[in-house]
């Protein structure tokens, strides 16, 4: 079936930093992929969908200044959490759909907790 | 905005079928009904999805009503290792084009022994 992978699954650092989490689709191809935070005892809230080859799409409330995303491959995406503070700790998931939007389900990586101290 | 409601928790002994229930009375004739299910600290597994019909695999069943407002997702024999939170979740389309899977808040299983 179809594999999303994260990377790191867990980091921590210190404030002011930045932080780049990886997202791949192993075994497909994404044009599209999502990225969702998601705070203790929350569900998880979608912050952006990134576009293969242009620029993602935020959320209404998310910092693109901030949030930065790349989506360079078909099988790669990545978000950098710049100039990260306590608030930013979250986990932070990405997800991906091998086929067509609505009949194809969203795969999603097993997130990233990120912690900064 | 979330286009359903679940309610917040559910009870169920094990070995006996887990039926939770959504409602997506808003839904549009081509948007689909996804479940999902996240086990604490790990990313959503996706488990079953439908747009009109009555849907089964490996896992779970879905049922739909004919007027598509509502759903319910049956684990025919819950085990301890579904307690999970179960999220019901309509696919859509936006006005400029995108699409959007949103989490609404789900709703929490705890099967019992």
């Known amino acids: 079936g179809a594999v999303v992978s994260q990377h790191p699954s867990r980091v921590i650092c210190k404030s002011g930093t930045s932080v780049k989490i990886e997202c791949r689709s192993l075994?497909?191809?994404?044009?599209?992929m999502f990225w969702y935070r998601q705070f203790p005892k929350q569900s998880l809230m979608l912050m952006a969908t990134s576009n293969e080859g242009s620029k993602a799409t935020y959320e209404q409330g998310v910092e693109k200044d901030k949030f930065l995303i790349n989506h360079a491959s078909l099988t790669l995406s990545t978000l950098t959490v710049t100039s990260a503070h306590p608030e930013d700790s979250s986990f932070y998931i990405c997800?991906?759909?091998?086929?067509?939007?609505?009949?194809?389900?969203?795969?999603f990586g097993n997130g990233t907790r990120l912690t900064v101290t | 905005d979330a286009k359903t409601t679940q309610p917040p928790s559910m009870d169920c002994a094990e070995g006996r079928a887990a039926n939770l229930p959504c409602n997506h009375s808003t839904i549009s004739g081509n948007e689909y009904v996804y479940w999902y299910r996240q086990i604490h600290s790990q990313g959503p597994q996706y488990i079953i999805h439908?747009?009109?019909n009555n849907e089964t695999n490996e896992m779970a069943s879905l049922i739909i009503t004919e007027d598509r407002k509502s759903s319910t997702l049956i684990l025919p024999h819950a085990t301890l290792r579904d307690t999970a939170v179960y999220y019901c979740i309509v696919r859509f389309i936006t006005q400029g084009g995108s699409e959007k899977l949103v989490f609404g808040k789900g709703t929490k299983l705890t099967v019992n022994p």
């Open positions: 075994d497909f191809q994404a044009t599209t």
């Open positions: 439908g747009l009109k």
């Open positions: 997800s991906a759909s091998p086929g067509q939007f609505y009949n194809s389900p969203l795969h």
